[in-house]
């Protein structure tokens, strides 16, 4: 949706999955042409209780390139501060052959306390998590309608914009690993309303069918 189509290539409808999508294609293109479809990735909150709970579930994309880089910054993190009261779960994209990840990076995963590949459903691992970490998956507007605290990891080499929620402001942003240790000694998080307007923003990305 950010290129720019000439104008016997501009499609005669335009489908959004949410309102986010739908204001923006609407500022883009002829309005008449945008139709607010939704999408069955919307899903409603569920109570979920994250009492003392500052574990960060990781959600690479299908590049097992970004998944060994993510795992790495989490291995990382502990080599800066190993009393971080934090377990990373990572969450393999189903197209990355875990067994195959698991004997690749076998130095980086010796202690599951701290380091989890996950086999669990989707909603386990986010009732698990305080924080998600993310860069391009679009899993995390998922764990936002859930209430977890995104960070995004800012990879200065890729030029493409790849931030599910780059039209949310507030969002926690880190380019190293030292700001991701940060992150997590503080405890930083937001207040019950700031976690409202964020869970809003991800309801308003996929909107019900």
């Given at each position: 949706m950010f290129l720019n189509?000439?104008?016997?290539s501009l499609p005669t409808k335009i489908l959004s999955s949410g309102i986010i999508s739908y204001n923006f294609l609407r500022k883009k293109f002829n309005k008449k042409k945008v139709i607010l479809l939704g999408s069955k990735k919307f899903k409603r909150k569920i109570k979920i209780n994250?009492?003392?709970?500052?574990?960060?579930?990781?959600?690479?994309?299908?590049?097992?390139?970004?998944?060994e880089e993510l795992l790495k910054?989490?291995?990382?993190?502990?080599?800066?501060?190993?009393?971080?009261?934090?377990?990373?779960?990572i969450r393999l994209h189903p197209k990355i052959d875990k067994l195959n990840f698991l004997k690749k990076n076998k130095?980086?995963?010796?202690?599951?306390?701290?380091?989890?590949?996950?086999?669990?459903?989707?909603?386990?691992?986010?009732?698990?998590?305080?924080?998600?970490?993310?860069?391009?998956?679009?899993?995390?507007?998922?764990?936002?309608?859930?209430?977890?605290?995104?960070?995004?990891?800012?990879?200065?080499?890729?030029?493409?914009?790849?931030?599910?929620?780059w039209q949310l402001k507030s969002r926690l942003i880190i380019k190293k690993t030292s700001e991701l240790v940060d992150i997590l000694n503080h405890k930083k998080f937001f207040n019950k309303k700031k976690i409202a307007e964020k869970i809003k923003f991800a309801n308003n990305f996929y909107t019900p069918l």
């Open positions: 189509f000439v104008n016997n994250k009492k003392n709970n500052f574990n960060c579930l990781v959600v690479p994309t299908a590049l097992e390139s970004e998944a910054i989490c291995y990382n993190c502990f080599q800066i501060n190993d009393k971080i009261n934090t377990k990373f779960i130095k980086y995963l010796e202690n599951k306390n701290k380091i989890q590949i996950s086999d669990s459903s989707l909603i386990k691992d986010i009732s698990k998590s305080k924080y998600v970490l993310y860069r391009a998956s679009s899993v995390v507007v998922e764990a936002l309608q859930q209430g977890l605290i995104p960070i995004f990891y800012h990879d200065e080499k890729n030029y493409f914009q790849s931030d599910a929620l």
